[in-house]
């Protein structure tokens, strides 16, 4: 059977590949536009995700949706500079939720599982020259709450409660469990050279 990963997310891909080398990633190109509560928002575009990969392609689909809570609004990928700076400053010195929501479909079965994951990251007080900082590295392009914990954003950290990977955007233990429930195996190969595939 074979694995796909809708996404055209390059962390994703580089976090699947610490389980399985044996997948293609495949760009969703979905609009990511839900408008529910959060645990139900993440799972629904993740599921729109797989679906429209399921539509052009034949195997075990993964979708998966990242988003940050503060004060009950939904902080998804920053529309500007200005936008990732508002994000940062409210995250400030504060305790967020980061909240992923993982859907897989086989299109041999027609069998499917979704599940979500909650990760509670605390940052510290941050100075407002260091936002500044920060937005020069323009790391925060196109990751929900505007920072990358894999990366030089882990310095705005404090503090972190359930899974890191979670927050990197993939919460791999429930992603692996869900794939073993659905009576998926995960595989080794060789292969390491991961294509992203646009069509078909």
Not at 99 to 110: A, D, F, K, P
Not at 123 to 136: M, Q, T
Request: glycine share 8%.
């Amino acid at each position: 059977m074979r694995l796909i990963l809708a996404s055209a997310s390059p962390r994703r891909v580089e976090l699947l590949s610490r389980i399985t080398t044996d997948f293609i990633a495949v760009p969703s190109d979905i609009d990511e536009v839900a408008s529910s509560a959060p645990e139900r928002q993440v799972v629904q575009l993740a599921r729109d995700k797989a679906g429209a990969v399921a539509r052009r392609h034949h195997g075990v689909i993964i979708g998966a949706d990242t988003i940050v809570v503060i004060d009950n609004e939904i902080l998804g990928k920053p529309r500007s500079r200005t936008n990732a700076r508002e994000m940062l400053t409210q995250l400030s010195g504060r305790t967020h939720r980061v909240l992923t929501g993982v859907y897989i479909v086989s299109t041999y079965t027609g069998e499917e599982r979704a599940n979500w994951v909650e990760t509670a990251v605390t940052f510290r007080k941050l100075a407002a020259d260091e936002i500044e900082w920060y937005l020069e590295t323009e790391e925060y392009m196109d990751k929900a709450g505007a920072y990358a914990i894999q990366e030089q954003g882990a310095l705005f950290v404090e503090g972190i409660c359930g899974d890191y990977f979670n927050v990197m955007g993939l919460p791999l233990t429930q992603l692996y469990l869900m794939l073993r429930d659905l009576g998926y195996r995960l595989s080794q190969s060789p292969r390491s050279d991961k294509k992203f595939i646009t069509g078909g």
